[in-house]
């Protein structure tokens, strides 16, 4: 993902780079050392594609801010497309996040979805899934979700409410965590038991 964010503003470098030396910093940023991004885009939409040629996941955002030195991508209102192969793609939308590659440069890209973070699944035939919480963490390429949060899920059969989970996203599998005091609360249906 990340050589696939460089090389699209590589290619764009005349509409969406920033020139360091003129433009005045951009108020409230945190992130790089001197609070300026390296790149920024607007209305940004990235393709990732698997070897085969088939769409991984699509990621849309209102703005991208980069920071190479951290190997940071901060986002406005991201929205994620995570496409499974033989399946229905998942979605997932927030009000900011983070995308990073981790250190040594290993393979795996983490995208951290933060504020009101909603993660769906349609599927098919009056069937649902619908998850909200306020953090939560996907990791495309194994297409896998977590969250140390309280997560809400609504679906076609009911509603549970955990302080946690992690999910293989590509098998459709959710394990729900529990605290001391906060244990999972499922509520069926009544239409479950007809």
Same mark, same amino acid.
């Given at each position: 993902?990340f050589?696939?964010?460089?090389?699209l503003?590589?290619?764009?470098?005349?509409?969406?780079?920033?020139?360091?030396?003129?433009?005045?910093?951009?108020?409230?940023?945190?992130?790089?050392?001197?609070?300026?991004?390296?790149?920024y885009m607007?209305?940004? +939409?990235?393709? %990732?594609? *698997?070897? #085969? @040629?088939?769409?991984?996941?699509?990621? &849309? $955002?209102?703005d991208?801010?980069h920071?190479?030195?951290?190997?940071?991508?901060?986002?406005?209102?991201?929205?994620?497309?995570?496409?499974r192969?033989g399946?229905?793609?998942w979605?997932?939308?927030?009000?900011e996040g983070?995308?990073?590659?981790?250190?040594?440069?290993?393979?795996e890209?983490?995208?951290?979805?933060?504020?009101?973070? +909603?993660?769906e %699944?349609? *599927?098919? #035939? @009056?069937?649902?899934?619908?998850?909200? &919480? $306020?953090?939560?963490?996907?990791?495309p390429?194994?297409?896998?979700?977590?969250s140390?949060?309280?997560?809400?899920?609504?679906?076609?059969?009911g509603?549970?409410?955990a302080?946690?989970?992690?999910?293989?996203?590509?098998?459709?599998?959710?394990?729900?965590?529990?605290?001391?005091?906060?244990?999972?609360?499922t509520v069926?249906?009544?239409q479950?038991?007809?």
């Amino acid at each position: 993902m990340f050589m696939v964010v460089l090389g699209l503003v590589a290619a764009g470098t005349a509409l969406f780079v920033m020139d360091r030396r003129s433009t005045p910093p951009l108020p409230g940023e945190a992130a790089g050392p001197s609070g300026r991004p390296d790149f920024y885009m607007e209305g940004a +939409v990235v393709d %990732q594609y *698997r070897p #085969d @040629g088939t769409l991984e996941y699509r990621l &849309t $955002s209102d703005d991208i801010r980069h920071f190479s030195e951290q190997a940071l991508t901060r986002l406005q209102r991201p929205a994620l497309t995570l496409y499974r192969p033989g399946g229905r793609p998942w979605d997932a939308r927030a009000r900011e996040g983070d995308l990073r590659r981790p250190p040594r440069g290993a393979p795996e890209e983490e995208l951290e979805l933060r504020d009101d973070v +909603v993660l769906e %699944q349609d *599927r098919g #035939d @009056g069937g649902f899934l619908r998850l909200t &919480t $306020s953090r939560l963490k996907i990791y495309p390429g194994r297409q896998y979700a977590e969250s140390d949060r309280d997560v809400m899920i609504d679906s076609h059969v009911g509603r549970t409410t955990a302080t946690g989970l992690e999910g293989d996203l590509q098998l459709g599998l959710l394990t729900f965590h529990s605290s001391g005091n906060e244990p999972v609360h499922t509520v069926l249906q009544p239409q479950q038991f007809k």
